[in-house]
């Protein structure tokens, strides 16, 4: 995108205009935003100006919301009347909640009236509910209707909607009581009534749904769309495929970030601020070296152990990493289990006795080979009398101990952090680690005592 960009602020220096609207008009949306994002913020107006109205409201959507609010003070009135006729309902919602007050008084003007209601519906709903993320611009039909009639209703009102492929049954009192595929319709008689066509077994969501058990049920029945309704199951809105993958997206990064021990970012890497990921960062590593304290204690506390024993001391990094890589993996595992739907807190049981298998068998092959390693490496080729059998024993069980703690410890903890309403990624990698390492020693010592007799 970078050549392009290049390619742009040259045709830019020699004023050919029409060559640059030429190539824009070829291309996406979001390819469009790619490249606005390497050219000079100060020429993004120009370009957008030569958008025709409609991609330009898509490229628009695609920004993020620094670059929106730029191009926003830069418009006139028109120009933005124009580009907020072209939004659709959420998409000027989402707009809206990005933007600081001053931009959002002169949105919430420009906007036509039917706008303004909307997004003013929308914003009323709790954040990451599914009623923060629909639309209510969709395709209503009555169950009278004849084929015909409705096929004339979805021309005549199904420009403006994000979608007509499905259409929404509704009564007279606005309740859901079935949905319609447009390729139903056009195979249909002409004379044949939506009633008799339409499919009664709707499966919908509830307008203060979580987003994400909504991208779920998205992708669980392969929808392209999924109808949101009240307490009182009258239709609302809808959530569209495009909004949910947007919702996974976001929710995959999120994890993604609290496994890694960091608060979650709504800006993306390079135009985030060093002082703002510090900002993130620095809780979790605060806490986490704190607690790292308990492993200085329990160190401290065999002091006389590790004095008559040293060579106990070289195999502390490997039994604490091993731990904590267990503990990761059965943590990784069961989060994934859980945000997909394959696992709930109900099956902790059964993920116990799975892992508890699991574990001795990664534990007994890790021992095995430790074993061998402890004899062959640390004895005979460093010249180590200290390390004897004994001592290579002490490790092997401690390892086989460690693993089998570390993999209950990290498949049980992201279950009770779900059964208890706190994110599962909480409890991954980072925090179960910590908790390895202080177990892993003591369990170390515990053996090293008993079979050394320290």
């Not at 909504?214 to 392969?222: N, R």
């Amino acid at each position: 995108m970078t050549s392009l960009a290049d390619t742009f602020s040259a045709l830019l220096e020699q004023k050919k205009y029409a060559a640059i609207r030429d190539v824009l008009v070829t291309m996406n949306a979001a390819d469009i935003e790619s490249i606005f994002e390497d050219l000079p913020a100060e020429t993004l107006p120009f370009y957008f100006r030569l958008l025709p109205k409609e991609l330009a409201a898509e490229t628009f959507v695609e920004m993020d919301p620094e670059e929106q609010e730029m191009l926003i003070k830069g418009f006139s009135d028109s120009e933005l009347s124009e580009v907020l006729s072209e939004l659709y309902a959420d998409d000027a919602a989402d707009l809206v909640e990005e933007m600081p007050a001053n931009v959002v008084k002169r949105i919430l003007k420009q906007a036509d009236p039917d706008l303004r209601a909307a997004i003013n519906e929308l914003l009323k709903y709790p954040e990451d509910s599914a009623g923060s993320i629909m639309t209510t611009e969709m395709v209503t039909l009555r169950p009278q209707m004849t084929v015909a009639e409705a096929i004339k209703r979805i021309r005549r009102v199904g420009f403006d909607k994000e979608t007509v492929y499905n259409c929404y049954i509704t009564d007279d009192a606005r309740h859901l009581i079935g949905t319609i595929t447009i390729r139903t319709l056009i195979l249909a008689e002409e004379d044949s009534l939506v009633r008799d066509l339409m499919n009664t077994n709707v499966i919908s969501v509830t307008t203060l749904e979580d987003q994400e058990a909504t991208a779920e049920a998205l992708a669980k029945y392969d929808f392209t769309a999924l109808p949101v309704v009240d307490g009182e199951n009258r239709l609302v809105g809808i959530v569209t495929v495009d909004d949910a993958i947007d919702v996974i997206k976001e929710e995959a990064t999120e994890d993604m970030e609290r496994m890694a021990a960091i608060l979650p970012s709504d800006k993306p890497y390079l135009r985030t601020a060093a002082w703002d990921i510090w900002s993130k960062r620095i809780p979790w590593l605060l806490l986490l070296m704190i607690s790292a304290t308990f492993t200085s204690m329990i160190l401290s506390t065999f002091e006389n152990a590790l004095a008559a024993q040293g060579a106990l001391l070289l195999f502390i990094p490997m039994l604490m990493d091993t731990g904590g890589n267990s503990g990761g993996q059965a943590s990784v595992t069961v989060i994934r289990g859980l945000s997909l739907g394959e696992v709930e807190p109900a099956d902790v049981l059964a993920v116990i006795w799975k892992e508890t298998r699991v574990s001795l068998l990664c534990g007994i092959s890790l021992a095995v080979v430790c074993f061998g390693k402890v004899l062959l490496v640390d004895r005979m080729l460093m010249h180590n009398p200290e390390v004897t059998v004994t001592v290579a024993l002490v490790v092997c069980l401690t390892m086989i101990l460690t693993i089998l703690v570390a993999k209950l410890i990290g498949c049980t903890l992201p279950l009770l952090a779900k059964k208890i309403g706190l994110d599962p990624a909480v409890c991954a990698s980072p925090f179960i680690t910590t908790i390895v390492d202080a177990l892993s020693l003591l369990i170390y010592f515990a053996i090293a005592s008993t079979l050394l007799h320290l």
